[in-house]
């Protein structure tokens, strides 16, 4: 057991430690409040945005490619001249303290990555990390990010989205926010590839069949738009629900260490409290023994 010493310098370590973690927590919680709502607000907007995207898409294989020529069908579904053809994007943070969200991410990343060989493209610190403990052999394209909102609004982002857009399908791999203690991992197609998407009020792919377009001023023109200007702005979302799902876990991870803190705490305090109590004994006894030992030489 330890000395009462070691106790007494440990519990104020402790006590140090578990203001530094309330002072982050505090921080983290004031970040997250001020963009949650946002985000959480305009969620579905940008599913029914992707959806539509798919929508374009496909009314551009039915009403175009196949009118020309029926064999065309698998034909790429792009007016822009793009030369390659997929990549997966990890986006993670570069705060190494932010729970399991990240791990989370990286096994279904690394899991695509298995069965399709996309090309590969880290965004963080935190993921180029990953790659190179777990993957090493792995070559990606690395970017670097701040990793605070408002960074999605800068130039930084710029030089991602035109490395980016020369792709067919462009998959993002990043969290995202459901609550103070869970952070999803999400695989999302910013370039209208998923089959799966739906909405509220449609049916998914089933549903779509038969779906007709009226396209003004033509529909060349208004997928091209979504290949530029909406794909940067579904790119600048999926970093923003990625940052907002980082600073959510990171809440998660330091509120479960505060617990921890304080469980030691209680324990070193409860260590504490009985050596001193020891102690006390141990001179009440002490003195019993003197107090009996002079009765013993006073009596004879």
């Keep these: ?9 440990e519990i104020e370590i402790v006590n140090t430690l578990g203001d530094l973690i309330k002072t982050y927590e505090e921080v983290y919680l004031l970040k997250m409040y001020r963009t949650r709502n946002s985000i959480l607000n305009t969620r579905d907007y940008y599913t029914r945005l992707l959806a539509l995207y798919q929508s ?3 009314a551009y294989k039915d ?3 196949e009118s020309i020529n029926k064999d065309n069908k698998n034909k790429d579904l792009t007016v822009l001249q793009k030369e390659k053809k997929q990549v997966a994007v990890f986006i993670s943070g570069n705060d190494r303290f932010a729970g399991e969200v990240n791990n989370k991410i990286f096994e279904e990343f690394i899991d695509f990555y298995a069965k399709n060989k996309p090309d590969l493209v880290i965004v ?49 791999f990043h969290g995202e926010f459901q609550n103070m203690v869970t952070q999803t991992a999400v695989n ?5 590839e998923i089959e799966d998407i739906t909405t509220d009020d449609s049916k998914g792919k089933e549903g779509k069949k038969g779906e007709y377009f009226l396209f003004e001023p033509s529909l060349t023109k208004m997928l091209k738009f979504f290949e530029t200007q909406i ?3 579904l790119f600048k979302r999926g970093v923003e629900e990625a940052t907002l799902a980082q600073i959510g876990s990171r809440v ?49």
């Design 252 to 300: 998660s991870s330091l509120e479960k260490s505060n617990v921890s803190i304080s469980k030691r705490l209680k324990l070193l305090e409860f260590n504490y409290l009985k050596i001193n109590k020891r102690e006390k004994n141990t001179k009440q006894q002490d003195l019993l023994v003197g107090i009996n030992f002079w009765e013993s030489q006073n009596a004879r």
């Design 63 to 65: 009403q175009i490619l």
């Design 56 to 58: 374009i898409k496909n």
């Design 231 to 233: 794909f940067a702005s």
């Design 124 to 172: 963080g610190s935190v993921g180029k990390g990953l790659m190179r403990q777990r993957v090493p052999n792995i070559k990606y394209q690395y970017f670097d990010i701040k990793d605070k909102f408002g960074a999605s609004s800068s130039k930084q982002l710029e030089e991602i989205v035109k490395y980016l857009i020369n792709y067919k399908d462009v998959r993002l």
């Design 188 to 192: 999302r197609s910013i370039t209208g």
């Design 1 to 9: 057991m330890q000395s009462k010493k070691e106790l007494t310098n």
